[in-house]
């Protein structure tokens, strides 16, 4: 992987690469680099093969387990190519956080969870352990945004989940 990268999007997705990244996120970000940071694609090579042929072969693929990801790399801003990091599930991206990935802000696009507890948007429905993944990254200083594509507005989910009391 890259020495350093310029990390444009932080982002949970369980969908992971998929039609809103490619169409949208990634030519309105200019990015060139897409990083799965996800331990179940990481060991299973056919789905790592599906994800590196739906990128268009101009954007670099690194597909990376959670805890090699935050430990092995370093994150500037500004330097580098233009990264969208993708993670499955809420724990994983606070599971890197705590592991030293460090981000400003999480986006939010699709959590789909049989075990929902607060159900924020039809493409958004939390666990208690994604309420309390997002506390944790919340009360660390990360702002995080409910969002699907970059030309809606960013909505505040932490002030949902608490307006919802949960």
């Known amino acids: 992987m890259q020495d350093s990268l310029d990390i444009a999007l932080v982002r949970v997705d369980n969908r992971l690469v ?3 990244i ?11 680099c897409i990083v799965v940071v996800d331990d179940q694609v990481a060991s299973d090579f056919f789905r790592e093969t599906v ?16 805890a090699e990801f935050a ?25 890197a956080y705590r592991l030293g990935f460090r981000f400003d802000k999480l986006n939010i696009g699709n959590i789909y969870n049989e075990e929902c507890r607060l159900c924020c948007t039809p493409s958004v429905l939390l666990s208690d352990g994604d309420i309390r993944d997002i506390t944790g990254l919340r009360n660390a200083g990360v702002q995080i945004e409910l969002r699907r594509v970059p030309r809606e507005k ?6 949902i989940v608490r307006n919802m009391g949960a």
Do not use: C, Y
């Open 18 to 20: 998929h039609g809103q």
């Open 22 to 32: 490619l169409e949208a996120w990634v030519p309105f970000l200019k990015a060139s």
């Open 51 to 66: 994800i590196r042929m739906a990128v268009p072969s101009e954007v670099q693929v690194v597909i990376s387990g959670v």
């Open 71 to 95: 430990e092995n790399n370093i994150f500037r801003q500004g330097s580098g190519p233009s990264t969208i990091v993708l993670f499955s599930t809420v724990s994983a991206a606070w599971t």
């Open 154 to 159: 960013p909505i505040d989910l932490f002030e």
